[in-house]
C-alpha cells in the first residue's frame, strides 16, 4: 500500500496461466478454506484469473484493523498492483458477499472501465443505516460481528463465527451496561464497537464520510448484479442500491431468496449467478442470463418469479389499519379508539427471530412474545381468499407516550390456521422530541412513519394477517432508556406508557404492498 503497509494476497491462475480477465475478492475473512476452494479455483477453472486479498489488520496482512476505513485507498491501491502484473488483461470483475460485498462498492464508481462486471451478495454500500435501524442501535448484530471480527484476526480465531452469536446473547443477557459489553464478549475492549456507540445514528459526523458510498452508487458502471433474502439484515440498503441504479438508467439484475444473512443455502446460487454474470460481461457469453432482470422467491407460495423490475409491476399500497378490538383490515375505522401498554426498559420487550447478522433469521412462532403486556396484537378475519404482497412495507402510527423518548416497533405476521404466527418483516423507529417525520398531530399525539422489511409473500387463504406494535426488540435493538441519555452510560431508566391510537382521524395503519395473486 502507499502508506507502505503490506496486504496479502492469493492468486488463482486459470489453465495456461496467460493473460485473461481478473476476478478482485477483498475480505476481512481470510483467504483459504471456502474462499479459496469455491471462489479461487471456482471462477479459475472458467478462465479467469482470481486475486483474493485480506484486508488491512487480520490474517498476515499488515496495518491496524480499523472495520470500512481503508477499503477505499487499499482497494485502488491493489487495483494499481493488479495493473502491473503480466497476466492481467485490462478488465477485472469483483464478487463477494457482506463485508466482501462493500469491499467492491468502496472502489466500483473510481475503478474507471477496467470494472466491468460486480456481483454482490447480502450486503449494502453503506452499513451504517443497518448499525442504526430506524435510529436505534443495532445491538445484538453489532457487537457479534465486532467480536468475531476481532477474534478472527487474532491467532486461531477461525471458530470465531460461531462462538460469536453465543457469547454476544450471554453478554447482553448480563445487565451490564452497553458500554460494557465488549468486556463481557471478548474480554477486552473492541475499537469498533466502542466508535458505533460515540457516533450513533448520526449520518453527518465526520466518521461516516469515508466509510459511506451510497452518494456514489448511481455513477457505477459496471454491470451489477445483487443478490439477498428475504431475511437478510442488510436486504432494505441493498435494495436502496438497486433503486440508486434504475434512477441512473442502469439495468442491475435482482435475486431475493428465502434466506437470511448467514445461511448457507444462498451460496450456491450465488456463485452460479455470479458466473454467469462474469461470462457475460468479460468474456462475451450471455448464454447464461435470464430474460428477467428480477428473480423473487414468493415465501408462503413456494415459488420463483421473473419481474422487469422492482417494486414489481402492479404493486398497489395497501393499508391495513388497526381497529377497535385489535381487529385489522383495510376498512377506515369508523369510530374512536386506543390501546395501551407499558414499555418498562428495565424488562424490556424481548424479541423472537427477526434480521439479526450471525443467527438463523428465518420466521419463527410468536405465540409467546403475543401473550405479554407490552405486545399489541390486532390480526385480521380469516381470509377468504389467498392474498399476495410483493413489495416494500411502511407503518403509519399515531402514538403518545408519558416519554418523548421511546421506540415504536412494528412487525408483520401470518397467523396459520392451526394457530402458528410466523414473523414476516419488522421494522423500528427511535423517536425523541421535534423528531422531522414525527412531529405532532394532535395535541402531544405524533405521527410515526416506520419503514419495514420489504416483503414477498402469499397469505394463504384460511389465514389471518397479523400486526405488533412495541416499544421493544431486545436485543437486536439496545433498549431505549427514555432519558435520551447516549446509550452506553448505564443511567437510570424511565418506563414508557404509550398509547396507539385507531380512530377516523388518528388512522393508524401498516401499508402493504398488494399484487394480484397468481
Known amino acids: 500500500m502507499p502508506d507502505g503497509v503490506t496486504l ?104 474507471g472501465p477496467e470494472l466491468k462486471a460486480m456481483a454482490a451478495q447480502i450486503t449494502a454500500s453503506q452499513f451504517r443505516d443497518a448499525a442504526y435501524v430506524g435510529g436505534a442501535f443495532a445491538l445484538e448484530s453489532a457487537l457479534s460481528w465486532t467480536a468475531m471480527t476481532d477474534a478472527m484476526a487474532r491467532p486461531f480465531g477461525g471458530t470465531a463465527v460461531l462462538t460469536a452469536p453465543r457469547l454476544t446473547r450471554r453478554a447482553v443477557l448480563s445487565g451490564r451496561p452497553v458500554a460494557e459489553l465488549d468486556l463481557a464478549t471478548a474480554g477486552r475492549p473492541l475499537p469498533f464497537f466502542q466508535d458505533l456507540l460515540a457516533h450513533h445514528a448520526d449520518p453527518a459526523v465526520p466518521y461516516w464520510d469515508k466509510r459511506d458510498f451510497s452518494p456514489r452508487v448511481g455513477q457505477v458502471e459496471a454491470a451489477v448484479t445483487l443478490l ?10 441493498q435494495l436502496k442500491d438497486y433503486l440508486a441504479m434504475r434512477r441512473a438508467g442502469r439495468r442491475p439484475y435482482l435475486t431475493i431468496g428465502p434466506w437470511y444473512h448467514v445461511d448457507a443455502r444462498h451460496g450456491r446460487p450465488s456463485m452460479a449467478e455470479g458466473l454467469a454474470w462474469f461470462r457475460a460481461h468479460l468474456l462475451g457469453d450471455g448464454s447464461g442470463l435470464r430474460a428477467d432482470p428480477v428473480r423473487l422467491h414468493v415465501t408462503g407460495a413456494g415459488e420463483w418469479r421473473d419481474y422487469p423490475d422492482w417494486p414489481v409491476p402492479g404493486m398497489t ?87 418523548p423518548y421511546v421506540d415504536v416497533v412494528v412487525r408483520v405476521c401470518d397467523v396459520h390456521p392451526d394457530g402458528r404466527s410466523l414473523n414476516l418483516c419488522e421494522g423500528v423507529r427511535r423517536l425523541r422530541p421535534a423528531s422531522g417525520r414525527d412531529e405532532p398531530v394532535e395535541g402531544d399525539v405524533r405521527r410515526v412513519a416506520v419503514e419495514l422489511w420489504p416483503l414477498g409473500h402469499r397469505f394463504r387463504a384460511g389465514h389471518r394477517i397479523r400486526v405488533h406494535v412495541a416499544a421493544g426488540a431486545y436485543p437486536t435493538i439496545a433498549r431505549n432508556s427514555g432519558t435520551g441519555r447516549p446509550i452506553g452510560d448505564g443511567g437510570p431508566m424511565v418506563p414508557a406508557d404509550v398509547e396507539v391510537f385507531h380512530t377516523p382521524d388518528l388512522p393508524s395503519a401498516v401499508v402493504l404492498p398488494r399484487v394480484a395473486a397468481r
Open 317 to 403: 399500497p395497501q393499508r391495513w389499519h388497526l381497529r377497535r378490538g385489535f381487529g385489522l383490515g383495510p376498512e377506515p375505522p369508523r369510530e374512536g379508539g386506543a390501546d395501551r401498554f407499558r414499555y418498562d426498559p428495565a424488562h424490556p420487550t424481548p424479541v423472537l427471530g427477526g434480521p439479526v447478522l450471525l443467527s438463523d433469521s428465518r420466521p419463527r412462532d410468536q405465540r409467546r412474545l403475543e401473550a405479554r403486556r407490552d405486545v399489541l396484537v390486532y390480526s385480521s378475519p380469516a381470509l377468504a381468499a389467498d392474498v399476495e404482497m410483493i413489495g416494500p412495507v411502511t407503518a403509519e402510527l399515531f402514538v403518545r407516550s408519558s416519554t
Open 228 to 237: 439477498s433474502g428475504w431475511y437478510d439484515v442488510f436486504l432494505p440498503w
Open 8 to 111: 496479502l494476497a492469493d492468486h488463482y491462475a486459470p489453465a495456461g496461466g496467460g493473460r485473461a480477465p481478473a476476478v478482485l475478492i477483498r475480505s476481512p475473512y481470510g483467504r483459504r478454506g471456502l474462499f479459496g476452494w469455491m471462489y479461487g479455483r471456482g471462477f479459475a477453472r472458467h478462465g479467469f484469473h482470481v486475486v483474493i486479498q485480506s484486508c488491512r489488520g487480520g490474517f498476515g496482512s499488515g496495518g491496524l484493523l480499523d472495520p470500512m476505513a481503508d477499503e477505499h485507498d487499499d482497494g485502488l491501491a491493489t487495483l494499481a498492483w493488479m495493473r502491473a502484473q503480466p497476466w492481467y488483461d485490462g478488465s477485472f470483475a469483483m464478487f463477494g458477499p457482506s463485508y466482501l460485498g462493500y469491499t467492491q462498492w468502496a472502489i466500483a464508481a473510481d475503478a
